[in-house]
């Protein structure tokens, strides 16, 4: 800023100088007060009202740059050899600011009748107001600067107090969550980017924790499944054992007993498999072009020996083959389950109705039934691991309370949904709908 000023003041002091050079020349000129001696008096006089008026040294040389007329009238008589004297009398006016002296010399050429050059004019000017003026503007400068520096440091003392507090809650709030404290929650309140942050990180926190949770769950509800067979085991061979003299039908009997414990288990083991390959995604499906009228088909062969103890009759309704993108093997486990669960919560003389549909992009299987049906409460917990409803929990039914999951999981898999449609006591309906084209890249 000083400089841009400097530079300013010294250029329009320059143009100044030059002008009042320039213009002094002239008249020296024009009233032949080189060439008149009479009239050095008044040329002497003139030359110092006009110094005072301008504020500047009035030098008057002849051609050999010899001094003839010194306002200050100290250097009369003496040459004086600056550029701006050797420029003047070789007939160009000059002007500069000499650093050394601190002061403006500007020179203009005293020219004859003939275009000669008689002489010289030399201004000399102080330059120590602009520099006054530049440093007390130094000192106003550094005063403003040192008030903006302590401005800008309240304010970022006080802002980053306000980003900073936030941030070592959240970080706080992390390091816990991390520590395994799943029940820890960011507090935030307000719409800026950092309480953003903290809600997503909550959301987070709670779906760790829910899957923390459900995994607990699981664990204890297949260690309970599983205890509960074998403890029917230990009961009966325990009581073969301290038996000394059992008949043998006896044996036999509990042997059986044993025997369809074992399968439940295997029953288990095997659901809980399959659940656990769905669960890895990775593994992910084995897509291959299904007709799904073959695939009701062959389910329904395989389930036929159900139907016919219980006497249910078991109907496919399907007039048209639909070929869709799918892993007929999972797909064709998660639709038996449907049926095979139909067949078991009706009662004889019921009826089992299967039936395929299609639009243009999704394939619709319904399996409806003429069962004990599911109260609306019970509707969105039975996709749940192990859920059965009280009516069905005693194991007579023999489920494992996983094959809805198994459903559950193959269809949402397959990018389609499942729902239910029952009232208690008359029935129910399950309603897959399945995507006919699968999106392969997405897989
Ligand atoms: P399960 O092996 O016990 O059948 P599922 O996961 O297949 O286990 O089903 C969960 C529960 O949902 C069943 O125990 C039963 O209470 C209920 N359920 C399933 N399908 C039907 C149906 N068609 N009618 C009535 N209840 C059903």
Redesign the pocket.
């Known amino acids: 800023m000083n400089n841009v000023l400097k530079n300013y003041f010294e250029v329009r002091n320059e143009q100044n100088l030059l002008y009042q050079a320039n213009k002094l020349a002239g008249s020296v000129k024009n009233n032949n007060y080189l060439t008149d001696p009479t009239l050095s008096a008044k040329f002497l006089n003139d030359l110092d009202e006009k110094s005072t008026e301008i504020s500047a040294r009035i030098l008057v040389l002849n051609s050999d740059a010899e001094i003839i007329a010194d306002t200050n009238r100290t250097e009369t008589d003496k040459t004086i050899i600056i550029p701006e004297v050797i420029d003047a009398l070789k007939g160009t006016a000059a002007a500069n600011l000499r650093g050394s002296t601190g002061k403006i010399y500007a020179s203009a050429a005293i020219d004859g009748e003939n275009g000669e050059i008689l002489g010289a004019i030399l201004l000399v000017s102080g330059f120590d107001e602009v520099y006054d003026l530049l440093a007390s503007l130094n000192k106003d400068w550094l005063f403003l600067t040192i008030i903006i520096s302590v401005v800008i440091a309240i304010i970022v003392y006080i802002t980053s107090g306000h980003i900073l507090k936030p941030l070592t809650r959240l970080v706080d709030s992390i390091r816990k969550i991390t520590d395994g404290n799943l029940q820890e929650r960011v507090a935030g309140k307000g719409k800026n980017e950092i309480s953003v942050l903290g809600d997503a990180i909550n959301i987070m926190t709670e779906k760790l924790e829910y899957e923390d949770t459900s995994r607990s769950e699981f664990v204890s509800n297949v260690s309970h499944e599983l205890k509960t067979p074998l403890s029917s085991i230990k009961v009966l061979s325990e009581s073969i054992l301290l038996q000394d003299t059992a008949p043998e039908e006896m044996y036999k009997e509990f042997l059986q007993d044993i025997n369809s414990e074992i399968d439940r288990m295997t029953n288990i083991i095997n659901?809980l498999l399959s659940l656990v390959k769905l669960d890895n995604r990775e593994a992910g499906l084995n897509l291959g072009e299904t007709n799904l009228r073959m695939m009701l088909i062959g389910i329904m062969k395989t389930l036929y020996p159900l139907v016919k103890v219980k006497d249910i009759e078991l109907i496919l309704e399907a007039d048209k083959d639909v070929i869709i993108d799918a892993d007929e093997t999972k797909l064709s486990l998660a639709i038996s389950?449907?049926i095979?669960?139909?067949i078991?919560?009706?009662p004889s003389e019921g009826v089992v109705k299967v039936t395929l549909e299609n639009d243009h992009q999704n394939a619709f299987i319904s399996?409806a039934?003429t069962?004990?049906?599911?109260s609306e409460e019970?509707q969105p917990?039975?996709?749940?691991?192990?859920?059965?409803?009280?009516?069905?929990?005693d194991r007579e039914?023999?489920?494992?309370?996983?094959?809805?999951?198994?459903?559950h999981s193959t269809v949402l898999l397959h990018n389609g949904n499942i729902k239910?449609i029952?009232k208690e006591g008359s029935?129910?309906t399950?309603i897959v709908r399945l995507p006919i084209k699968q999106n392969r890249e997405e897989k």
Not at 371 to 374: E, L, S, T, Y
Not at 381 to 389: E, L, S
Not at 397 to 407: A, F, H, K, M, Q
Request: aromatic share 12%; net charge positive.
């Open positions: 659901d389950n449907l095979d669960n139909a078991k919560y009706t399996v039934d069962g004990i049906g599911i019970e917990k039975i996709f749940n691991r192990f859920y059965r409803t009280d009516k069905t929990r039914t023999g489920g494992t309370g996983l094959g809805l999951s198994i459903t239910v029952s029935g129910a399950f």
